[in-house]
């Protein structure tokens, strides 16, 4: 993931979130890279858009840590009662791509 400098001098905020991620969030980690292969950079940039705040592009949770930004729709709420329900590890949340992988299938 690219975690440059801004041409503005200031740090990325989102390289905190990648080296947080990259660390100690080895299954996100791993969802990320899956996405990248089946829709390219985008996933990335994706990651990086939501780390920075925006949302609606990327938010995901593991062991107690969250990265990205919340989506605008209820979606979040759904998916915090389907982790307490049925117990699952991580949760990666990204939006429909139109024509690359955006089926649900991850």
């Given amino acids: 993931m690219d975690t440059r400098t801004p041409a503005n001098g200031k740090t990325d905020p989102a390289v905190k979130q990648v080296a947080l991620i990259k660390a100690a969030m080895p299954s996100v980690y791993g969802a ?9 950079d985008e996933a990335y ?38 982790m307490v329900e049925f117990g699952v590890g991580f949760v990666c949340i ?8 955006g089926d649900g299938a991850n």
Avoid at 32 to 40: D, Y
Avoid at 48 to 59: K, P, S
Avoid at 60 to 70: H, L, N, Y
Avoid at 94 to 101: D, L, N, Q, T
């Fill in 45 to 82: 940039a994706l990651v990086r858009r939501g780390a920075r705040g925006e949302a609606d592009c990327f938010y995901a949770f593991e062991g107690g840590r969250v990265v990205g930004t919340p989506f605008c729709q209820a979606v979040t709420a759904d998916v915090a009662v389907a």
């Fill in 94 to 101: 990204w939006p429909i791509v139109a024509g690359k992988g």
């Fill in 32 to 40: 990320i890279k899956a996405k990248a292969a089946a829709i390219g």
